[in-house]
């Protein structure tokens, strides 16, 4: 690598470590820090969507040799499509076929999380420094540093990229706090089981509603892959989401997680149908996460007056809600495209960020409406702009 300032990312999560295999690759200097002590401090969760813009923005990332390995990981589901179920009285109550979900070869491509961190970040550790929590930056003459919450500071970079996720000091301190995640109030809890769980399901990626409460609506997701369903080694996850005010933690803390979040799910779904409980019942409950359904402001990813050094990636400039499954697959196109005007230039460059900027804020502002529009009807939310609570 170069002997010139490194690039500093702020955060170490998919869109930052995507960005990081494209700096590798092109020999430009980076370094992450990262808030965790490591990639198993917290569980990991839950499993990803991919989208074919998102598949295409991984490929024209990674190496051959390593997008093979990751899409090795992917499982493919087929199945007859998108099929919804009353989850009460187990009623099949619409179905939509494949074609819309499908990514490549007709088939529904999925990644877990944690496995899709593990690729991203090959040849990658060396450069991560571990139990940084960034809380901010300062600009040099020539540079610019992070500023940790313990008060001390980076090394100089040639620039930063906040890619932190929808807490973003950066991006509040980068745009003067035009950039806002709102709370929708909506909650929801994912978690896994193992696939024989799923047995009764067969093949395909579901969604469970249940219209019985008089406050909402709650909702499940799950995708079951074919081949693994014998084996109660392997889990698979599905995910939970409740109407604004349906699904509750003790004393609103939704930080906590594992056998206390397991039992809210447990009580939330003791009257499904037999053929979707075993999914609640057998579920591995260390790995039970409750998570607030956030949105950036829903009329797009608004302006700001540019920085040349500084730019943010991710959910740290556009959070969704789970509606489509396009938070990361956007996330993942913030990569290629910023690590690719990075390698055209050879590394930094004034322009670079505001280029970024332009193209980005087109697909993100559309992901986020959509993403929005979607969640206003499925999930009940809504928000105003002016007043919602934000994050
Ligand atoms: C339950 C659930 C299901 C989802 N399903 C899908 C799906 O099917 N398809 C899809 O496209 N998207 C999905 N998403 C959205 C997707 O997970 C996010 O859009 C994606 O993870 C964003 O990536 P990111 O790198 O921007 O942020 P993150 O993956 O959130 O990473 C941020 C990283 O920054 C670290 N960090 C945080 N604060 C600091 C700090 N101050 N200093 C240093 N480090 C910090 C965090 O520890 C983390 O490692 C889902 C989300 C959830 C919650």
Known sequence: MSASKPVLISGGGLASLLL???????????????????????????????????????????????????WDRCGKTGGSGFVAFDAVTGEQIEHETSGS??????????????????????????????????????????????????????????????????????????????LKVYDTGARGIHGQAPSTAFKGLGEGVFRLRDDTRPN??????????????????????????????????????????????????????????????????EMNEWEATFWKITCSTPSGVPEWPNDPRVT????????MTPAGGIGANTAVRDSALLGRLLREAGGYKPGITAAYEKEMRVYASEAVQKSYSTATTSFGVNIDEESSPTV
């Open 101 to 178: 979900l499908a990514s490549r070869g007709g088939k529904i491509v999925g990644i877990a999380r944690g496995d899709m961190r593990k690729v991203f970040a090959e040849g990658c550790e060396e450069h991560i420094e571990w139990s940084k929590h960034v809380a901010g930056y300062e600009l040099t003459d020539d540079g610019v540093r992070a500023i940790f919450a313990d008060g001390t500071k980076s090394v100089e970079g040639s620039m930063l990229i906040g890619g932190e996720g929808i807490y973003s000091k950066v991006a509040k301190q980068l745009s003067g706090g035009r």
């Open 312 to 319: 943010v990636i991710g959910d740290a400039v556009h959070s």
């Open 216 to 281: 909402g609506a709650i909702f499940a997701i799950t995708n079951v892959r074919p081949g693994d369903m014998d084996n109660p080694d392997i889990q698979f996850g599905w995910t939970m989401g409740g109407q604004p005010g349906v699904v509750r933690a003790p004393n609103d803390d939704y930080t906590i997680m594992g056998k206390e979040a397991a039992d809210i799910a447990k009580s939330l779904t003791k009257d499904w149908h037999p053929r979707f409980k075993p999914l609640f019942d």
């Open 20 to 70: 990081a295999q494209s700096l590798r690759l092109s020999n430009i200097p980076f370094k992450i820090f990262e808030r965790d002590a490591s990639f198993v401090f917290r569980a990991q969760g839950y499993r990803l969507r991919l989208s074919p813009e998102g598949l295409d923005a991984i490929e024209s990332v990674l190496d051959p040799q390593t997008f093979q390995r990751f």
